[in-house]
């Protein structure tokens, strides 16, 4: 399988927009990548331009070894679903997923045996003679999946491939493609808005916000070290608070609370004593206290979510605080009012950053 590499990529449209700013990737051969970022944040933009359907500003696009930047797409071995999937209508399924063949001049005979190995594979041998309206949203979405694979691709793309799909059909096609993934070893980019998905799916995921990429780790690395304040935020969920730094070592600070009270956090930005800063506090990682550290509020909200309980916590400096509870043995729910103390489970669980 082929690396992929994307060397300082920036691209601004003729109307000014700065779609993507210096991206650097860096695609072992065989990977899954996500690229995960909220709507409008480059993601399309950036697989366009590895497709070689957008000629980049600035920087390279390298795969294998080779510099592919005066390629045209069809010399790139790149397959791509695009985010609608995009199969020809007028053309039958056979048709549709032999279509990347017949432009390269495979005769038919040839090209529809590959079509019908194709289609067996994602379960759809006996639709070959179909057309596209006459197969389901799920269905069309595997036929999308065959045609790009049709041409041997070294980079496989997929654009938001399941955002149509309803829950349950999207989880067994997330499965599906990964095993598919993992069968062909073929380097794959997955563009998705949904955190779950990029951290289900991918052996890295790379989280991007106004064309920056924000931070390129494994799926733990990005829930679990989050080294912005917009990664911390966007992946996962993250109680947000006020601070100021009271003191500083090696890798932890000691916070004050606006809301009193002091935490320990990790600090991945370099912050100095008396800054002012936001606390991150990711609900899990909370608990209830009677030692007097972490924070003071009374319980507002109480909501049981069946493997796990949510209580909102309103703090003395008017936010809203939630703290989840995996709900064994019958947790109890605690009464809208009572007073509680609240501290991260442990000290590196806190996250701060500059404000
Ligand atoms: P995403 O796929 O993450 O939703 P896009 O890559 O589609 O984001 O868009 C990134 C930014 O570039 C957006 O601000 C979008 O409006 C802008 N953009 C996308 N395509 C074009 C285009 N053809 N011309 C001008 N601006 C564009
Ligand atoms: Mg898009």
Redesign the pocket.
Known sequence: AKSLVLDRITHR???G?M??SDINLDVKGGEIIALL????????????IIAGF?GQSEGRVIIGNNVVDALPPNRRAVGIVFQNYALFPHLSINENVGYGLAARGVGQAARNAEAQRLLDMVQLGQFGERLPRQLSGGQQQRVALARALAIKPSILLL??PFAALDKNLRLDMQIEVKRLQRMAGITTLI?T?DQEEALSMADRVAV?SH?HLEQFGTPSEIYDQPQTLFVNTFVGTANKMKGVVLATDASNVRVGLEAGGEIIARAPKTVRASDEVTVCLRPEHLTFVSDGSGFAGEIGMALPLGATVVHEIKAKDGSSIKISQARTGGTPLREAGTPVRVAPLAPGLATVFPQ
Do not use: N, Q, W, Y
């Open positions: 449209f003729a109307s927009t779609a993507v970022g909220p709507s409008g944040c480059g993601k399309t933009t950036l697989l366009r957008i654009d938001e563009v808005h991007l064309g």
